[in-house]
C-alpha cells in the first residue's frame, strides 16, 4: 500500500527549516501527489529567493527523509520562489547557485515578448493524443534542419513528453542560481517541466502554480537568439492557453487533429478559442490521415478520410500538413529521434511544412 497524505505531511514536519519552524508549519507545500506505486511529488514554494536557495540546498535531505515513509517508492521535490528573478546583481555567486526551480504564483505582468525569440507559434489541439506533442518536437526538428533557429517549450505541464522525445533527459544547469539553461537535442533548445520531475511523478498543479510555471519557462530561461519558438500547449482550451496568450504575444497557433469526428469538434473548439484569444489559427494538420500497410503497401484509414481538410474549408484556415499513421513515428518518438531528424517521406511532410512557414515569414 503506498503512503498516506498525512504520513508524508508528518514526515515533512519533522523537517527543521534554516530560517524555523517546518515546511507544512509555514505552509510551503503545494501540489502534493501520491500516485498508487508511491511515488510522491510536491512543490516547495519559497517566499523569496534566498529562501528558495536553502530549501533547494535542503532537498537530497528531505527526499531522503521521506524515501523512509514506508509505502514510498520515490520522491520527487521541486523548489520554487515566489519572488521574481532577482536582477543580475543580486544573483547568487559563483558556486553558491541554488538549482533550477520551477513554478510558483504568476506576477501580473503585461503581454510582453519573450527575451530574443522572435516568433512564438502555439502548437494547439482540442483533444488529448491526437500527435500534438509530436508534430511540435517534429517541426521544432525540422525547422532546425532548414537552418531556424529553434526553442521548443513543452507546455504540456500534466504530461510532459519532450524529454522522451527528443531524448534528453537531464536536469537543466542553473549557473546562477536565477535562469535557466535549455538543454539542447537534435539543433533545438528544448525547455521542459519533465526535465525536473521525476518521469513517472504524477504532476498536480493548481492554477496559480501553473501559471508561475509557464511564466518562468518562458522568461526565465536563457533562450538566446532564437528565430522561432515553438509551444507544445497541452489539450483542450483551458488555463495554460489563456494565460500564454495574455502574458506573451503568439504569432500563431497550429491545431492538430486526426481525421475522427470526435478529434474535430474538439479541433473546432480550439480554433474557435484562438480567434477569441486574438492568436492568428495558421492552419489545421491532419495527423495519422493515412496508413500504409508496411507488409503489403495497401492504404487505409482507420480515423477516418478527408475530415480536417473538409473543416479546414468550412473554418477558412489552410490544411498545412497531411501526417500519415505509421509505426515509425511512434518508433522514433518513443527512441527519442524524432523522424524529422532522418531521411523519407515522414521526415519530408515535416520539412515542407517547416519550408512554408519559413516562407510565410512565420519561422
Ligand atoms: N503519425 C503518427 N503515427 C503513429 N504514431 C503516432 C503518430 N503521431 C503520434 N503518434 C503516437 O501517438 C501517441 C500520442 O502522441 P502525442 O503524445 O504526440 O499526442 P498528444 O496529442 O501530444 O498527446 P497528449 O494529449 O497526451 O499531450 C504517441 O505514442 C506518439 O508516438
Known sequence: MSASRSDILAALSRIALPAGGDPVSRDLVRALGITEGGVVSFVLEAADAAEGRALEALRPEIEAALAQVPGVTRVSVVTTAAAPAAPAAAAAPAGKAAGPRIGGHPKPAPAQPVPGVARILAVASGKGGVGKSTVSANLAVALARQGRRVALLDADIHGPSQPMMMGVNRRPASPDGETLEPVEAHGVAMMSLGLMLDPDAAVIWRGPMLMGAMQQMMFQVNWGERDVMIIDLPPGTGDVQLSMAQKTRVDGALVVSTPQDVALIDARRAIDMFARLRV????????????????????????????????????????????????????????????AADEGPIAEAYAALARGLIAGGMA
Open 280 to 339: 492568428p489559427v495558421l492552419g489545421l494538420i491532419e495527423n495519422m490521415s493515412v496508413f500504409v500497410c508496411p507488409h503489403c503497401g495497401g492504404e487505409s484509414h482507420p480515423f477516418g478520410h478527408g475530415g480536417v481538410a473538409a473543416e479546414a474549408q468550412k473554418m477558412g484556415v489552410p490544411l498545412l500538413a497531411e501526417v500519415p499513421l505509421a509505426l515509425e513515428v511512434r518508433t522514433a518518438g518513443d527512441a527519442g529521434r524524432p523522424i
